[in-house]
C-alpha cells in the first residue's frame, strides 16, 4: 500500500573485454594439461567427475564453455579440462599433482563474480567445487554452521530455515553462487549493515595448500586467541593462496519479523540525513539501506524487474532508498517503522516525497526483487562497465556526474556509445556501484573510463573493489587503494604459499 494515504504531504555491460594490461606474465613457466595428466586424474576421480576435450576424455568443447566464460561473457578462457573433485583428500591429491607438474590451476565455484576471477586466462586447469556439496554439521545452540565450499548459498539458507537461523550473507546470486566462493571473494551483500564482513562471521577454513596439503582451521570456537589467525589471508584471496574446501560459519538468528519500505527522495542530498535518522530511530532492527539513482530504478521498470511505486509517485524523484527491518517482534519493528515514517514527513522540510510500504511476505519480496534485479536491468539495456568501488557516502552522485562529465566531454554520451551512467549500492557500508551501460564493449569508451575512476576513486582515498574483488579486471589497477609496501607483502606471501606460482594464476596481484 501507498504510504502516500498516511503521508499525505508531498514536496510538490558477445563482445570480449580487453584490458591495457596482461596477465601472460604470472603464467609464464605453467604448463598445460596432457594426456598423462589426464590419466593420473583418471586415478583419482571416476569419469564423471572429469570433463576433458582431450584424449580418451574427449568431452565436447560445447560443454567446457560455462567453465571458460563468466556469466556476463566478458571474460573467455581456453581449458581442456575440468575436473570435479567429491573431497577434500581428492583435491589435495589433484593439486599436489599439479603443483609438481606446474599446472596453473583455477578454483571456481558459481562463477557468478564480476571481475573474472574465476575463469582461466589461458588453459589452466579449471578445479569445479560443485560437487563438495555437504553440510557437515549444524549446532542450532551456538548456530556454528560447518559445510562443503561447495554448497549453494541458497541450499544453505533452505537448510538453515526450519532451525530458525540464516546465513549471515544475502546475494543477488544466491542461487547459484558457492560459499566457498563467497569467502575466497569475500562478498559483501545486501546486508553487511546488519550481519557484518564474512571477515568477522567465519569461525574458520579448511584450505588445500598449493603443495596440497590440507590446512585443518575448521574451527568451531567462538573465541580463539592462540596466535596468527590464518584463515584470514584466504577469506578475499581469491584462491591465489589455496583452495577454500570447507566452511565454519556463524549463522544469525532468523528474525521473527521483517519489514521494508521503499522511499522516493526529491535530491541525494537528503539520502544522508535520511540514513543519520533512520539510523537513530529504527537502531537495533535496521538491516539494510539500499540506493538507487532514478536513472538505475528507471531500467529495472522498463526490463520488468518491478515497479514499487506509481508512475505519479515517481515524479519528481531523484533517487530511492530501500529500507529493510529485522527484529524479534512484529508490532514492535512496525511501531518504530509507522514512527519513522511519520516523522519524515511532518518535518517542516520532508527529506522524502512519498513511498511504498510492504504489507505482505508478497510485496516485501517485491521491493526486494527491484534492488537485486538492478545487475540484469543494466546488462538488459546494454554492455555494462561495473565499477564496485567504496567511496566517502557523500561523494555517491558526485562520482555518478563526474564520470558522466568526463565521458560527454570525450563525446561518448549518446546513443550508439554511453547510453547511461547510473548508481546504486549499499548506504550502509559505502559501497557504491557504478555502471557504464553502453552499446558495444570499445577501446574508446574504456580509454575514457580507465584510469580516469580509479585515479577519482583515489582521490577520496577509497577502494577500487568494495565487495567484487580484483580478479583479472583490476590487477593492473591495485596501486590506486594499495601502496607499494603493501603490494610488496602481498607478493611476499604469494611467494610463501604458492612458490610455483599455480593458484590462480593472473589475479589479484600485478
Known sequence: MFISRQLARRTSLRASRRWSHS???????????????LAHFAKILPPTAILS?????????AELEPFNNDWMNKYHGRSTTVLKPRTTQEVSEIVKWCNQRRIGIVPQGGNTGLVGGGVPVKDELVLSLSNMTKIRAFDDVSGILVA?????????????????????LDLGAKGSCQIGGNVSTNAGGLRLLRYGSLHGSVLGLEVVLPDGTILDQLTSLRKDNTGYDLKQLFIGAEGTLGVVTGVSILAAPAPQASNNVMLALPKFENVLPLFKETKRQ?????????????????????????????PS????????????????????????????????MEAEQPLINTGVLATSPAQFSALWAIREGLTEAVSKEGKAYKYDISVPLHKFKEVVDKTKEQLRQKGLLHENAVKHVVGYGHVGDGN????????????EIEA???????????????SISAEHGIGVMKTHALQYSK????????????????????????????
Open 148 to 168: 562443503d565450499a561447495g554448497c549453494i548459498l541458497q541450499s544453505l539458507s533452505d537448510f538453515l530455515t526450519p532451525h530458525n537461523h540464516i546465513v549471515p
Open 282 to 310: 529504527l537502531s537495533e532492527i535496521l538491516s539494510a539501506f539500499e540506493f538507487m539513482d532514478r536513472t538505475v530504478y528507471d531500467l529495472a521498470v522498463k526490463h520488468g524487474q518491478g515497479r514499487a511505486l506509481d
Open 23 to 37: 596477465p601472460a606474465a604470472a603464467l609464464s613457466g605453467l604448463n598445460s594439461v596432457t594426456e598423462e595428466d
Open 313 to 344: 509517485d515517481v515524479e519528481g524523484a531523484e533517487c530511492f532508498v530501500l529500507v529493510e527491518t529485522s527484529g524479534g517482534k512484529r508490532e514492535h519493528d512496525e511501531e518504530k517503522l509507522n514512527s519513522l515514517l511519520e516523522s519524515l
Open 432 to 443: 557504491l556501484h557504478l555502471n557504464v551501460v553502453a552499446a558495444q564493449y570499445t577501446p
Open 53 to 61: 576435450t582431450l584424449s580418451p576424455s574427449a568431452t565436447p568443447a
Open 448 to 462: 575514457a573510463l580507465e584510469p580516469f575512476v580509479y585515479e577519482l576513486v583515489a582521490s577520496y582515498k577509497g
Open 483 to 510: 601502496n607499494p609496501t603493501s603490494i610488496e607483502w602481498m607478493k611476499r606471501l604469494k611467494a610463501l604459499f604458492d612458490p610455483n606460482g599455480i593458484m590462480n594464476p593472473g589475479k589479484v596481484l600485478p
